[in-house]
């Protein structure tokens, strides 16, 4: 298994900027593989994306720059397991309240002796062609990202961030607000408190700390990168999307607006 420059540079603190998916489709993998990415996670939380979907985006993805990651479903060993399976490099477990959950997320993750992970031919190791290599260099490669989203999670944020394999945290900022009793209003002084002892903590721990900037703009990528976020994602396939098909139309309405062609 090749080495996983995103991993090195979680653990490392280094900044890597990554985009988010929706659109399971592996056009999606190679718009944003030519675009130069160092990660794309593909997001099975909360959308239609099943492993299969994954697959295909991987596959666009397969020869580019930025490394497959996966947003699974829930903190299930299956669903972790399967998405690993697929060949995703990183994984990206939601709703993390506790150390206990985060370790069920690790083992998940690894192989025996680390964890429970299961060994089998499939994608990610070229259908056993390569399993020696692969399994001797997984559990080395492999990212494992936890979401910080709910105020228990920051309650426990030092324990959670103590527990080994855990190579970085990601908050979640609509559900912690929803959590907070204030849902969507992720400006809020609540759960800007919240992201900062996330922050406080990561620098204690020495371990990166992750923000999806959904909309970006020149301030709040600004703002991200100055609280000291270096894993950042920006935007998501449908938000690109959606802004430029507007923007796109609104200019061509504006120019026909002037023309008259009889
Ligand atoms: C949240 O804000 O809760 C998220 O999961 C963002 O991806
Ligand atoms: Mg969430």
Known sequence: ????????????????????????????????????FDWVAVDAEHTDI????????????????PEPFIRVRENDTLAIRQALDAGARGVIVPLINNADEAKRAVAAAKYPPKGIRGFCFSRMNDYGDKFDEYISTADDNIAVVVMIESKEAIENIDEILAVDGVDGVFIGPYDLSGSYGIPGKTSHSIVQEGCKKVLDACKRGKKSAGLHVVLP??????????????????????????????????????ISKNINII
């Open 1 to 36: 298994m090749t080495h996983n420059k995103v991993r090195k540079a979680l653990l490392e603190k280094r900044i890597t900027i990554g985009t988010w998916v929706q659109i399971g489709n592996a056009v999606v993998g190679e718009i944003f593989g030519n675009a130069g």
């Open 50 to 65: 099943d492993i299969q979907g994954f697959t295909d985006v991987a596959r666009g993805l397969y020869g580019r720059v």
């Open 217 to 254: 703009t020149e301030e709040n990528v600004k703002k991200a990168l100055n609280d000291g976020f270096t894993f950042i994602a920006i935007g998501v396939d449908t938000v690109f999307l959606n802004m430029a098909s507007r923007d796109s139309l609104e200019l061509a309405k504006r």
